[in-house]
């Protein structure tokens, strides 16, 4: 596995607890940084450093994940890639786990609200939007756009629902 995040990754998600919204530049990532956190959560970890092949798996099955963003990134599949060092997958023969992973467009959060003891990721999620949601499962992290360049600390953990 080919698991790797630069100390500025390490350092959010360390400062990363449930219902945080994770802030920093397109490129920065945020997408990478919020499924160390569902991972570290899960129990998986990186043995002797921050990159490397040297890792232990997430217990199985760790929670459902599941990924709300634009249509665009849903339909050309971005969020696999995102997920293949960890060895998730939308596709079940795939995914080296037992749970759930699904990616869907935020024109389908209905879909969603019953939802519960689950992982959810919003990616390209508005502020506005926030609140309207709410916090009924207390497993959510909130990737954020921020358009501020930050060149000491390129991710930011912001605030918290």
Do not use: H
Not at 17 to 31: F, M, P, Y
Not at 63 to 73: P, S
């Amino acid at each position: 596995m080919g698991l790797e995040l630069y100390d500025y990754q390490m350092k959010a998600v360390n400062q990363m607890k449930n219902g945080c919204i994770l802030c920093g530049d397109v490129g920065s990532g945020k997408s990478r940084t919020a499924l160390a956190y569902y991972f570290f959560l899960n129990g998986g970890e990186l043995l002797g450093g921050v990159a490397g092949d040297n890792y232990m798996p997430m217990g199985d099955p760790p929670m459902d994940l599941y990924i709300i963003t634009t249509a665009r990134k849903r339909d050309t599949c971005e969020w696999e890639g995102e997920l293949s060092p960890f060895l998730l997958s939308i596709n079940r023969e795939v995914n080296l786990y037992s749970n759930t992973v699904i990616v869907d467009s935020w024109n389908n959060i209905k879909k969603y609200e019953d939802i519960t003891e689950a992982f959810f990721i919003f990616d390209e999620l508005s502020p506005i939007l926030i609140k309207s949601i709410g916090n009924e499962n207390g497993n959510i992290i909130l990737p954020g756009v921020s358009r501020s360049s930050r060149e000491q600390n390129p991710l930011i953990v912001s605030r918290y629902l």
